[in-house]
């Protein structure tokens, strides 16, 4: 058989794995099978000594003979390296006398990895307060009649409104210094003929509606007409009135815009020890009449870019590049882990290597793809894709410091999640004793099962999402756009809004009424007393079965098996032979 066995006695076939299958068995409560001492008390080495004694007689079979073989120098020399390369850093500490270097380096890591982003989380929400609170001012200022309760249905409904709202907006950007309490100043040569603001209609080029004839004749091609307004240097001076001429084609006018921009600087950021920015606000004013029904929404728009002020003068302030070296520490930091990190899949592929060749040529055998995976640590893989979002985010970081760019949310989102693969990358740690690795076994166990189970369960999920948004979509605010059901329905099987989303319902069509009370207490029923129930028993089922594990016989592949037979202890001595690879600088930061 190639591949992955369970060793049998020679003599009954029966499964024979004396102690060394009880530490197996117990392994299982890990991540990785453990070989050396765990404690200082050495405990585990005499468990490790009994471990080898019980395997004397169980060797592996070579390609000629059924009976077992004992191993020369070169299969101990594998075996030594296997055993070390499962070691925990306190083990490889007693085998070699190598620091754990990149445990320490980690724990460095994930303390500077979240001071930075506790820094960039405190000025990220200074600007995006800024920019709400600026648009939140927009708003008031240049909507007539605005109220924040009615944002979303903010509309006007006849000719004369439509006109009010346009005039009104302008007329508060041309007094805007005369009215507001903040500090604004206008951009001028962005609107059309070089003008500060620019007032557009779009309309179809032809457009003729007949509802009495039930006729209609449209060209659906777009015509834009656009007048520029400044305003005056000297406010004294009369205002111009030529934009009030301006006429609008109801009949087939698609929206009206509004567009113009406004200089800002936002000086809070003096609290956080920074140069304050300055911002420049693209501000649109939108008037929608696509749907021709008879509404004309209107919404504002604002979108903020940050640069650097000209000449910033803080009183009693210098130049501070605390945080410039701070950041450019927490990238070095990252680099280094990146490298090291790197090196130890690097080992771990050529040991691969190495044990394959070996029961190939050796044993005239084949590795199951499990133990040639179970020799590439994705611990290492999930802490360099860690590092190279730290050091990306670290990269623009600098860069919005130093007012060269403004991507705050790209910045962000690099941090945040190479913050969060950091920390879940300690559990690595915490896998090496077991009573702590419960959860980590646990969802390995129930994975498989949990991905096939979550596959058959995502076709029937979205099935119910296609048909709510077809059939609701036209009657419920909850199921407009496909985002907006899938939120709904996640939210009904974790039990929230479900009297909302029933009672919200619009009774104008009965049939609809009807099928939306079948297909919700059928959704529901469904997912939350069934597939809920089948999942939380997956994880259970998975939790049952690691826990009695010790009282069912175990399978043990060709590795940990290969590697059993090895009875050296760390604090033997052997280890320190081990060839290392001819690397680097870095030789002395073992795995």
Not at 381 to 393: E, P, Q, R, V, Y
Request: charge should be neutral.
């Amino acid at each position: 058989n190639h591949g992955c066995f369970t060793i049998k006695d020679a003599a009954t076939g029966k499964l024979s794995v004396g102690k060394a299958g009880r530490e197996e068995r117990e392994g299982l409560c890990s991540s990785v099978t453990h070989y050396g001492s765990t404690d200082s008390s050495g405990e585990y080495d005499h468990q490790s000594n009994s471990h080898g004694n019980n395997h004397n007689n169980h060797r592996f079979p070579t390609a000629t003979a059924g009976h077992w073989v004992g191993a020369d120098q070169e299969e101990e020399a594998i075996r030594r390296k296997l055993k070390y390369y499962f070691m925990s850093p306190c083990d490889k500490y007693h085998a070699k006398g190598r620091k754990p270097y990149k445990l320490i380096l980690q724990l460095l890591k994930i303390i500077i990895v979240t001071a930075q982003l506790v820094l960039f989380g405190l000025s990220n929400q200074v600007v995006v307060t800024f920019k709400e609170e600026n648009t939140m001012t927009f708003k008031h200022l240049f909507l007539k009649d605005y109220d924040e309760s009615s944002d979303g249905s903010f509309a006007v409904y006849t000719q004369n409104d439509v006109y009010d709202h346009i005039f009104y907006a302008v007329d508060q950007y041309l007094a805007l210094p005369e009215t507001t309490v903040g500090r604004y100043a206008y951009v001028y040569d962005v609107g059309v003929n070089g003008s500060a603001l620019s007032l557009c209609q779009q309309y179809y080029k032809k457009g003729r509606i007949d509802p009495a004839n039930d006729t209609f004749s449209i060209d659906p091609h777009i015509i834009t007409d656009c007048i520029g307004v400044n305003p005056l240097s000297v406010p004294p001076a009369p205002l111009t009135s030529s934009y009030k001429n301006f006429t609008l084609k109801f009949h087939k006018l698609i929206n009206v815009t509004i567009q113009f921009q406004l200089k800002a600087i936002n000086i809070q950021t003096i609290i956080n020890n920074e140069i304050p920015d300055c911002y420049t606000f693209s501000i649109t004013i939108v008037l929608d009449n696509k749907a021709h029904s008879g509404m004309v929404k209107i919404r504002l728009e604002n979108q903020a870019s940050i640069k650097e002020c000209k000449d910033p003068s803080v009183s009693g302030h210098a130049e501070n590049y605390t945080r410039l070296a701070f950041d450019v520490a927490v990238a070095l930091v990252c680099m280094l882990s990146l490298l090291l990190c790197g090196r130890s899949i690097l080992r771990g592929i050529i040991l691969q290597q190495e044990f394959v060749q070996f029961f190939r040529e050796t044993l005239d055998r084949k590795v199951c793809w499990a133990d040639r995976l179970e020799l590439i640590n994705g611990w290492f893989i999930l802490l360099i894709i860690s590092d190279i979002l730290t050091i990306t985010g670290s990269v623009i970081k600098i860069g919005i410091e130093s007012k060269n760019m403004s991507s705050y949310d790209l910045c962000g989102i690099l941090l945040g999640t190479s913050t969060l693969l950091v920390w879940v990358g300690v559990i690595r740690y915490l896998t090496f004793f077991q009573k702590y690795n419960i959860l980590i076994v646990t969802l390995q166990a129930a994975f498989p099962n949990v991905i096939r189970f979550c596959c058959c369960v995502a076709v029937i999920y979205l099935g119910y999402c296609f048909c709510g948004w077809i059939v609701l979509g036209p009657y419920h605010v909850k199921f407009r756009s496909l985002s907006m059901v899938s939120e709904c329905l996640f939210s009904l099987i974790n039990g929230d809004d479900m009297f909302v989303t029933f009672s919200e319902m619009q009774e104008s069509s009965t049939l609809v009424w009807l099928f939306s009370q079948v297909y919700l207490y059928t959704f529901i029923s469904l997912f939350i007393y069934m597939v809920l129930s089948l999942f939380i028993a997956l994880i259970t089922g998975a939790y049952e079965t690691i826990k009695h594990q010790t009282q069912e016989p175990i399978h043990i592949t060709d590795l940990h098996a290969f590697i059993a037979e090895c009875t050296d202890t760390p604090n033997s001595g052997k280890f320190r032979g081990l060839e290392t690879s001819p690397c680097s600088f870095f030789c002395c930061c073992d795995r």
